[in-house]
DNA sequence: CATGAATGAGAGTTCATTCAT
DNA sequence: GATGAATGAACTCTCATTCAT
C-alpha cells in the first residue's frame, strides 16, 4: 500500500472511532463507517474485510496514543503523588461518557476473547495497569510512603477493582462520588500517615 | 391469561435462557426463539413484543430463583466460614462458563441503562451483594473475627473487585488461580490470624 | 339469530362505523374491529366474514338513518327556500370532517363497482338525490320561481356538481367560501329574480 | 446517479404505472413494483423507498407528458371548437377504463391532502383545468360566441361537474350517454344558438 | 354460541458482499 | 485501485383465518 492508502485508512479510521464510540461495537455496520466516511462501498473492503477488523485497527491506533504519560513525571514527585495521578488517570476513564471505546471493546472481547495478551488489548491495557502500578508500590514501599506487604497482589486487586468500576460505570451508571471514595479507600489502606 | 399460556411463556423462557446464555443478548432474534420453541413466528408475539422483553422476563426469573442460600446457614456457622461461602459464590459465577447470563446482561444494560435498582436487575444484585456482604462484615467484626475499620465501604470494594473479575473472565479470561489469589487477598485483609 | 346477535350486531356496527369514519375503508382490519368491540377474534367472524361485509352493513345503516328531512316540510315553505334546505344538507356533508364515511365508501366502490342502484349505495344516494332535486325544480317552474327548460338534466348536473365538490373536499380541500359561491352560482342561474 | 440509473428509474416508473392503473394506490406493494420490474428486493429500494414515492413520480410523469394539446390549436379554431376539444378531453379522460391512474391518485390524496397546489397534483390540474376553461370562456364572449357573465364561475362549477362525473364513474359507472348528456347540457348554458 | 391461542403467509426494510466498469 | 448498482438472505412485525375447548 501506498502513502495514499496510508491516509484513507487514517481517515476511515478516524470516522469508524467516533462510530464505535457512539454505537458501540455489534450495532455498527460497514453501511455505517461507509456513510461516515464517504467511500464507496467496495472502496472500503479494499481495507478491511469486516468491522471486526476495522475495530481491532481503531483500537490498536486507541493504544498506541494512550502511551504513558505518568513515566515522564517520575522523579520529581512522591511515590503518593505518583499514585494518585494514576488513580486520576483511571478515575477520568471510568467516567469518561464522550468518546469512550469501552463498551464497543468489550462486546468484540466478548464474543472474541483471545487469551494471549498480544492478541486481546483489554488484556494487554489490564496487564500494564497491574505492571506499572505494582512498580509504583514497590518504590512506595522502599521509600516508606507505603505499607504493602505484596504490591503485585495489590496492584491486581486494584487493577479489578477499576475494572469493576468501569463496567459499573456502563451498566449501571456510577457517581463521581463513589469513585472517589473508592479510590480513598484504596489510598487508605496503602498510604502510611505521618504523625 | 389462563394456565396454559402461563405453561406456554415458561417454556418460551426456559429456551430462551439457553439461547441468551449462549449468543450474549444483541445476536438473539425473535426468530432464534421462536425455532428453539417450536412456536410459530406469529406465536411468540402474543406473549413478548420484543428479544428485550424476553430477556427482562428471563432475568427476572434468575434473579429469583437465587435467592438467599446464605441467610439459611447463619447462625450455625463463623463469620469466616460465612464469608467464605459468599466469596464462593462469587467464585463460582466468575468462573461458569456454559449457562452463564452475564454477558447477555452486560449487553443488554449497555443499551439501556436505568439507575434505579428496580429497573436495572445488575444493579440489584451488585446492591444486595454489598448489604449482605456489609452485614457479614459487620458481624464478625462485633465476634472479633474481622479487623475492619468501615464495613461498608470494604462490601463496595470487594463487590466492585467481584464485578471487575467477572467482567474480565468473560473478556480476557481469568484462570481458577487468580480467582482464588484474589480471594485470599482479600481475606487476608479482613481476618484476624489467632496466634 | 336470536335477539342477542342483534344486540352484538348493533354493537358492532355502532364501533365499526367509527372506524371506517377514521380510516377509510381499505386500511380497516378485522382485528382494528374486534378490538374496538371488546369481542373475540372468532366471535366476529359469527356475524361478518370480511371487512367489506361489515363496511356493507355500515353503510346500510347509515342510509337507513337518512331519511328524507326534506319531505317533512314541502308546503309551508317556498320552493327557494326548500332547495336551500337541500343544498344546505348538501353544503353540511361536502364540508365534514369527523364522522363522514365519505372516503370509506369511495374506496369500497372503487374496487366494487355494481352499477345496479340497489347494490350500490352511493348510486343510491345520487339517483335519489336527482329525484328530489327535479321534483323540487319541476314545482319551482310550476310555481314559476325557478326558470328551468329542463329540470331532469338540471338536477343531474347539480348533482355532479356536488360529488365533484364531495371528492374534492376530500382530495384537496375546499373552502367553506369556494362551497357557497359554488351554490350561489347554480342557484343564480334557477332563481327568477323579483324586481 | 448515473445516466444508466436514470434508466432504471425510467423502466420502474413504467412499470409500476401499469401496477397503479391496475390496483390503485392502497393495494401495491413494493414486492408488486419488484416482481413487476424483475429487479431484486433491495434494488428498489435504491431508488424508492415506498410505494407513495414511486407513486408521487408517476403521477409527475403523467402530469408532464399531458401537455397543452389546447394550446397548439388556438387561433385557426372557433372558441366553440376549443371548448368542444377541452370537453371532450375531460370525456376521455372520464369513460377511460384502461391505464386510468384516477383510482389510484384519489386513494393517494385521501390520506395524504396536502391543499397547496405545488404539493398536491390533483389540485394542480384542478386549477389548471379551471385557467384554461375560463381563458377559454373569456375569449369566447369577447368574440360574442359565448353568453357568459362570470367566466371565472362558470369554469370553477364546471371543473366540479367534470370531477363529480370522474369520481361517479370509478364508484358507480356512468354510461358515454350520459358524459354526452351532461357535456351538451353545458355547452346549452353557454353557446348563443344563431338563429 | 363464544373464546382466544395458534398458525403461517406476506409485507417492509436493511445490509454484507459481489462484480462489471 | 475505486466505484456504486445489484443481489438476496435475514429479520421484524402484522393479520386473516382456523379450531379445540
Redo the contacts between chains.
Keep these: 500500500m501506498g502513502e495514499k492508502s496510508e491516509q484513507k485508512k487514517e481517515l476511515i479510521l478516524e470516522k469508524a472511532r467516533e462510530i464505535f464510540a457512539q454505537k458501540?461495537f455489534?450495532?455498527v455496520t460497514m453501511k455505517d463507517i461507509v456513510d461516515a466516511c464517504e467511500i464507496s462501498r467496495g472502496g472500503l473492503y479494499l481495507y478491511y474485510g469486516s468491522t471486526a477488523e476495522v475495530f481491532l485497527d481503531v483500537l490498536q491506533g486507541e493504544m498506541d496514543r494512550e502511551e504513558d504519560s505518568i513515566g515522564k513525571n517520575v522523579g520529581k514527585l512522591t511515590m503518593s503523588d505518583i499514585l494518585l495521578l494514576f488513580l486520576k488517570e483511571q478515575k477520568k476513564e471510568i467516567l469518561r461518557k464522550k468518546n469512550s471505546l469501552t463498551?464497543a471493546?468489550?462486546?468484540y472481547?466478548?464474543?472474541n476473547?483471545p487469551?494471549k495478551s498480544k492478541d486481546?488489548l483489554?488484556?494487554t491495557q489490564?496487564d500494564m495497569g497491574i505492571e506499572v502500578l505494582a512498580k509504583i508500590l514497590e518504590e512506595g514501599v522502599n521509600r516508606e510512603e507505603f505499607y504493602c506487604p505484596?504490591p503485585k497482589?495489590?496492584a491486581?486487586?486494584i487493577?479489578?477493582?477499576?475494572?469493576?468500576?468501569?463496567?459499573?460505570a456502563?451498566?449501571?451508571?456510577i457517581s463521581e462520588k463513589?469513585v472517589d471514595?473508592?479510590l480513598l479507600?484504596?489510598l487508605g489502606?496503602l498510604v502510611i500517615e505521618e504523625d
Tied chains: 1, 2, 3, 4.
Design positions: 458501540g455489534k450495532d463498551i471493546a468489550y462486546e472481547y466478548f464474543e476473547k487469551q486481546n483489554l488484556k489490564m505484596d497482589a495489590a491486581r486487586n487493577m479489578f477493582t477499576m475494572e469493576g468500576m468501569k463496567v459499573s456502563k451498566t449501571m451508571g463513589t471514595e473508592e479507600y484504596i489502606g
